[in-house]
C-alpha cells in the first residue's frame, strides 16, 4: 500500500523555522521525484519545490527561493523541507507528492499525494 506522510507542520512566529518531512513506503522511493505543494484557504494548490529521483536536482518557487531547503535521504524513504524566515503568507495545508517520471511541480504529474500537514505562521 502506498502511503506518503507528512509530519513536522504545527504553529510558528514570523521568522522562525520548522522542517517537515515527507515519509515514503509502498513503492520504490528513489526512482520518484518529490514535491511540496501548499494550499492556503480560498486560494489554488501551489508547488513551492521538487527534488528529482535521479541526481537530487532541486526547484523552489520564486516566494520561498533563498528560505526553504528540500533535501532526501533515499536510505529512511524521506524528503525534508527545511522551512526559514518564515512569513504570515507561509500559512497553509502542505502536502508531499510523489511522480514516477520527470520532476516539476505540475500536480497533475504526481502519482501519489499524503494528507497534508498544517503550517500556521502567526504572532
Known amino acids: 500500500q502506498v502511503q506518503l506522510v507528512e509530519l513536522g507542520g504545527g504553529l510558528v512566529q514570523p521568522g522562525g523555522s520548522l522542517r517537515l518531512s515527507c515519509a515514503a513506503s509502498?513503492?520504490?522511493?528513489?526512482?520518484?521525484?518529490i514535491g511540496w505543494f501548499r494550499q492556503a484557504p480560498g486560494k489554488e494548490r501551489e508547488g513551492v519545490s521538487c527534488?528529482?529521483?535521479?541526481?537530487?536536482?532541486?526547484y523552489y518557487a520564486d516566494s520561498v527561493k533563498g528560505r526553504f531547503t528540500v533535501s532526501r535521504d533515499n536510505a529512511k524513504n524521506t524528503v525534508y523541507l527545511q522551512m526559514n524566515s518564515l512569513k504570515p503568507e507561509d500559512t497553509a495545508v502542505y502536502y508531499c507528492?510523489?511522480?514516477?517520471w520527470g520532476w516539476g511541480t505540475d500536480p497533475d504529474e504526481y502519482d501519489y499525494w499524503g494528507q497534508g500537514t498544517q503550517v500556521t505562521v502567526s504572532s
Open positions: 509502498g513503492f520504490t522511493f528513489d526512482d520518484y521525484a
Open positions: 527534488i528529482s529521483s535521479s541526481d537530487s536536482s532541486t
Open positions: 507528492a510523489a511522480r514516477s
